[in-house]
C-alpha cells in the first residue's frame, strides 16, 4: 500500500486550486488535503482533526476569519499561520502564493520562518514542485536517523567530544544503536557487550586516569574507585576529598561495569553469564539498558572532564596508603572454621594450599589487614603460607 501524505491548506482560493486537475494531481500524489478558506478554520482544523497531520501549506493573501475570497493586500491570514507556528513546532509550514514580491505585504523577518527553511513555493511555477517537497521532508522528519540525530543532539554531541580524548568510535556505536533501537531492528546483540567495553568503558577509565582523576586501575577498580568515598580498592586504602561520581549513579556504573565485563567473555563459570543469556534468548532488553546507561554516564563524564582539566588539583583529589605488612611474632594452630575458612587463633585468615599443615603450630612472620569481604569481619588480619614457621 502507498505511503499516504496528509496536508492541511489554508488558502482563500482553494477551491479553484483543487478543481477537477489539482484534484488528480494529489491523487496521483498519494496526498490528501483538508481544506481551509481562512486562519480561523486552519487553528480549528489543527486543534480537531484526530489523524496525523504531516504538513500544512498557507497562502500568503487569505484573510484570518472571512469565507470570502481576500483582495490581494491582506495578510491577516498568513500573520496568524505565523502565529500557528509556533504552536505547532513538529508540522512543516510551506507558503505558497502567486505574489512574487512579499516585501510589499509583510516585513522580511515576517517571513523568516519560511525563507530559512527554504519553504516559499510560488503558483506560477505549479503545485508538483511543493508537494515533492514536502513528501521528501516528511520522509525525512519521520525517519529514525533525523529523530534521533535530534532527540538526543546533546548526548551524541557527547560522545564525539569523548571520541576525540581517545581516538574512538563510540558516537558511531551509539547512534546506530539508537537508530536501530527506534526502528525495532536490533539483532546480534551481544557483539556489543564487548564493544560496549573497549570503546566507552576502558576509554573511560584511561582518559580519567590521564587526568588524575582516578589511580592507574583496572576497570573493575575504577568502577569501584569511582563509587567509594573511602575505602579499599585493590589492597590499597583510598579517601576522595570530594565526590567524583554523583551517588545517584553509583548502581548505575557497578551495573554496566558487571554486565558488560561479564558479558564480554563466553565460557563456563561466568557470575552472570550474560553473553550466553543475550545469544540464546535473542535478547535486546539487556543490550538497550546497557546503551542508555551508558549514554547516562557519558553525559556525566563528559561535562565533568571538561570542568576538571587540571591534573594536579584532581590529583589532590584523592590520597591513597598502602596497607603495609605488619611484623609479627606470634604463633597458633592452623584450624578451619565452621564456615570452612582456614584461620589462626580469632585475628588471622589464611589461604591454605597444603590441607595436610591444619592442626600444625606455627609462627607468624608477618601479616597485612585483611580485605576479603567475606572473611575480614571474622578475621581481621591476613597471613601468607610462605609467612609462617611451622615449629
Excluded at 535478547?283 to 591534573?311: C, G, H, K, M, R
Aim: charged residues 30%; contains cysteine.
Amino acid at each position: 500500500m502507498d505511503k499516504i501524505y496528509r496536508i492541511i491548506w489554508a488558502d482563500d482560493e482553494i477551491d479553484a486550486l483543487l478543481d477537477e486537475n489539482g484534484r488528480a494531481l494529489i491523487s496521483k500524489q498519494h496526498v490528501e488535503v483538508i481544506k481551509c478558506n481562512n486562519a480561523a478554520m486552519l487553528e480549528e482544523k489543527l486543534k480537531n482533526v484526530n489523524h496525523r497531520i504531516d504538513a500544512v501549506i498557507v497562502d500568503a493573501n487569505f484573510t484570518a476569519r472571512d469565507f470570502t475570497p481576500s483582495n490581494e493586500t491582506i495578510v491577516s491570514g498568513l500573520r496568524k499561520a505565523m502565529m500557528l507556528i509556533g504552536e505547532y513546532k513538529h508540522l512543516p509550514f510551506y507558503l505558497y502564493t502567486q505574489r512574487v514580491n512579499l516585501s510589499d505585504l509583510v516585513d522580511e523577518d515576517e517571513l523568516s520562518y519560511f525563507k530559512d527553511k527554504d519553504a516559499i513555493f510560488f503558483k506560477s511555477y505549479g503545485l508538483t514542485p511543493l508537494l515533492d517537497r514536502i513528501k521528501s521532508d516528511v520522509d525525512k522528519f519521520n525517519s529514525a536517523e533525523f529523530q534521533i540525530d535530534n532527540q538526543f543532539k546533546n548526548e551524541l554531541d557527547y560522545f564525539q567530544i569523548f571520541d576525540k580524548q581517545c581516538d574512538g568510535k563510540s558516537y558511531d556505536l551509539i547512534r546506530e544503536l539508537l537508530i536501530q533501537s527506534r526502528e525495532g531492528s536490533l539483532s546480534g546483540t551481544e557483539k556489543y557487550l564487548n564493544q560496549f567495553r573497549t570503546e566507552i568503558l576502558d576509554n573511560m577509565n584511561t582518559i580519567a586516569a590521564r587526568f588524575g582523576i582516578v589511580p592507574e586501575l583496572s576497570l573493575n577498580d575504577f568502577s569501584r574507585f569511582l563509587c567509594l568515598n573511602e575505602g579499599e580498592v585493590k589492597e590499597k586504602k583510598y579517601k576522595l576529598n570530594k565526590e567524583v561520581l554523583p551517588k545517584a549513579l553509583h548502581m548505575l556504573m557497578q551495573y554496566v561495569v558487571r554486565m558488560v565485563q561479564d558479558g564480554s567473555h563466553k565460557g563456563p563459570k561466568l557470575q552472570y553469564e550474560v553473553h550466553q543469556f543475550v545469544s540464546e534468548k535473542k535478547d535486546t532488553l539487556i543490550i538497550q539498558s546497557l546503551l542508555f546507561a551508558i549514554i547516562e554516564l557519558v553525559s556525566w563524564f563528559v561535562p565533568y572532564l571538561e570542568t576538571n582539566t587540571d591534573i594536579q588539583k584532581n590529583l589532590a583529589n584523592w590520597q591513597t596508603q598502602d596497607n603495609k605488612c605488619v611484623k609479627n611474632t606470634e604463633g597458633g594452630i592452623i584450624e578451619k572454621d565452621e564456615r570452612g575458612y582456614y584461620h589462626i587463633g580469632s585475628e588471622y585468615s589464611l589461604f591454605l594450599k597444603k590441607i595436610d599443615l591444619v592442626g600444625k603450630k606455627v609462627k607468624i612472620t608477618k601479616s597485612k589487614p585483611n580485605t576479603n569481604s567475606s572473611t575480614k569481619k571474622y578475621y581481621p588480619l591476613f597471613v601468607r603460607e610462605e609467612d609462617l614457621e611451622i615449629f
